[in-house]
T-cell receptor, first 111, second 111 residues
């Protein structure tokens, strides 16, 4: 059973607007969450992380929000740029364990 | 800069062949992982290793084996390749408390 879910396979956003990518998880023991970005024919690259002791982490145009009670996290990209077009994976892990990945959301930023 | 290197970017193999996918990391990480990525399925864990000569099955180990003779090298072996093993294979390593560092991936096609 999928422990990490990304229910939107794709998302299109106009350049300059906000992109919001969502992720839900089922395991309340998860304490560390990541977002990865992946271009075709390349490995995923780390984007931003958040631990369960925080509810927000910001890095430039990227902000991750964590709602532990809802078991939900989201990635906000503001402003969106065409170079942000990629597949985004969220991932979660228990302390010291493997990461579980969502199925990915393909973001297209329209110039 | 942290690096995970996968020896081949693209491979084409015949059904029934034995296939070796090599992964080397230069970060002295204890933990290494093999995932495969398929459209709509996200990243699924095949095998992982917490130390030299140690290996653990992930979610989809059938048809695969691994070898970790040295800390820096983690090999994925397809004993007898089949067409349903056509996929993107991703190697990752991790230090405790951090996220994964991924290799650039190997696109394997089994014909």
């Amino acid at each position: 059973d999928q422990q990490v879910k990304q229910n939107s396979p794709s998302l299109s956003v106009q350049e300059g607007r906000i992109s919001i990518l969502n992720c839900d998880y089922t395991n309340s023991m998860f304490d560390y969450f990541l977002w990865y970005k992946k271009y075709p024919a390349e490995g995923p690259t780390f984007l931003i992380s958040i631990s369960s002791i925080k509810d927000k982490n910001e890095d430039g145009r990227f902000t991750v929000f964590l709602n532990k009670s809802a078991k939900h996290l989201s990635l906000h990209i503001v402003p969106s740029q065409p170079g942000d077009s990629a597949v985004y994976f969220c991932a979660a892990s228990e302390p010291g364990n493997q990461f579980y990945f969502g199925t990915g959301t393909s973001l297209t930023v329209i110039p | 800069d942290v690096k995970v290197t996968q020896s081949s970017r693209y491979l084409v193999k015949r059904t029934g062949e034995k296939v070796f996918l090599e992964c080397v990391q230069d970060m002295d990480h204890e933990n290494m992982f093999w995932y495969r990525q398929d459209p709509g399925l996200g990243l699924r864990l095949i095998y992982f290793s917490y130390d030299v000569k140690m290996k653990e099955k992930g979610d989809i180990p059938e048809g695969y084996s691994v070898s970790r003779e040295k800390k820096e090298r983690f090999s994925l072996i397809l004993e007898s390749a089949s067409t349903n093993q056509t996929s993107m294979y991703l190697c990752a390593s991790r230090d405790l408390g951090d996220g994964y560092t991924f290799g650039s991936g190997t696109r394997l096609t089994v014909v």
